[in-house]
């Protein structure tokens, strides 16, 4: 199973190397992280540099293909170059997947148009304008297009993908040998569950936030 990772400057790295610790160990798994160009893209706020080994043109087909986000998308949203590129290689894969907002990469590629979607939660109100109905779920699969919301769900999104593929004992195997079992030192993980005065500021201040993940 080829598995095609976009990587950008100013991605979140969470994004992409959480479901990579996940479908690393999928069955003939073979990952390539992809860039615009070959080399070091930084992630975050510049202070970590992640490698692609392969440019776009390199890279015409793959089984998987996995759409980080963080604050680099908002380029990538108008880049051609990225957004053709989307285009053409999503009508090889057999999933299509994004992290966070990443999705808002693939609905302004117009590959979401239609289809329910999930992003990171300050970042809900875009789809919309792009013809996907936002939904409020950790996981959302529509069809072979397969979103998860914010940073960390990347990786309950890989696993409940190999999940579809491969099966439940894979799946299992898999979060056991990387010891998955989050117990956070707080309930505060969503706007369902973190304290109203906390929700509201984010939301006041989402671009701020939404420039920091």
């Known amino acids: 199973m080829r598995i095609t990772i976009l990587l950008f400057d100013r991605m979140a790295a969470l994004d992409a190397i959480g479901p ?3 479908l690393r160990y999928s069955e003939n798994a073979e990952v ?16 970590l540099g992640l490698i692609a080994d392969a440019a776009l043109a390199d890279v015409k087909d793959t089984d998987v293909l996995l759409v980080p986000g963080g604050p680099g998308q908002v380029d990538l949203m108008t880049d ?3 957004l053709s590129w989307l285009r053409e290689i999503d ?7 994004s992290v966070c907002t990443g999705s808002l990469v693939l ?4 590959l979401l148009q239609g289809r329910k979607a999930t992003t990171h939660w300050l970042a809900q109100d875009q789809l919309p304008a792009f013809g996907v109905e936002p939904v409020a779920e950790r996981v959302v ?3 072979k297009y397969v979103t ?10 890989a696993l409940t993908l190999i999940d579809r593929v491969a099966g439940s004992v894979p799946a299992q195997a898999i979060q056991l ?3 998955y079992d989050p117990r956070p030192p707080y309930d505060a993980g969503s706007p369902a569950k973190a304290p109203e005065p906390m929700v509201t500021s984010m939301r006041e201040n989402s671009r701020f936030f939404l420039q920091e993940i």
């Open 91 to 97: 009508k090889t894969s057999k999933w299509t997947t």
């Open 20 to 22: 990579y610790e996940v």
């Open 80 to 82: 051609d170059e990225v």
């Open 107 to 110: 609905a302004a590629a117009g």
């Open 177 to 179: 040998g990387l010891e």
């Open 32 to 47: 390539v992280f992809v860039g615009k160009e070959k080399g070091e893209v930084r992630a975050g706020q510049g202070t």
């Open 141 to 143: 699969f529509d069809g």
């Open 148 to 157: 998860a919301a914010g940073v960390s769900a990347g990786i309950d999104m």
